[in-house]
């Protein structure tokens, strides 16, 4: 599948206001690694091969192993991720999810133990944002190349 229409210039506007998102995303004092992280564990959930490639390119270029990455559909069985890690990429598969996982104050109370508010609200929103990557891309026909 190819690229149905040249979206970022048919929405202009929309794809500007992403890439604001994105650079927030990247400004936050969420490690780049675990951000990336998150971002290809929801891009395998959602089958977005684009996404999955491009991050996977991106973890690689800053220094994440492969072991860590190609582990990351079984993270909760692993012993080289952090606690801190692990609550992340748990509710990053919540809110992937959340018509069914939704997020439980259980949940909430374990990954505040790690993140304090502000980090929280930017794990959410790193979430959120890939999950309309994926959404966008998978809409549009982006293919891995």
């Not at 993270?75 to 692990?86: G, I, N, P, S």
């Not at 809110?95 to 997020?103: D, G, Y």
């Not at 505040?112 to 794990?123: A, G, I, T, V």
């Amino acid at each position: 599948m190819s690229e149905r229409f040249a979206y970022y210039t048919v929405a202009a506007d929309s794809m500007k206001i992403m890439m604001e998102m994105e650079k927030y995303t990247k400004s936050t004092e969420i490690d780049g690694k675990l951000r990336e992280l998150i971002k290809i564990r929801a891009s395998l959930m959602n089958g977005c091969a684009y996404c999955i490639n491009m991050h996977t390119a991106d973890a690689r270029k800053m220094g994440e192993t492969e072991q860590r990455i190609y582990c990351l559909s079984v993270w909760d069985e692993c012993e080289f991720y952090t606690d801190a890690e692990k609550v992340a990429l748990e509710l990053t598969e919540h809110i992937t999810l959340i018509p069914t996982k939704r997020v439980p104050d259980e949940l909430y109370k374990r990954v505040r133990s790690h993140y304090d508010e502000k980090q929280y609200m930017d794990l959410i929103i790193i979430i959120n944002q890939i999950n309309s990557w994926n959404r966008i891309s998978i809409a549009m026909g982006n293919t891995a190349k």
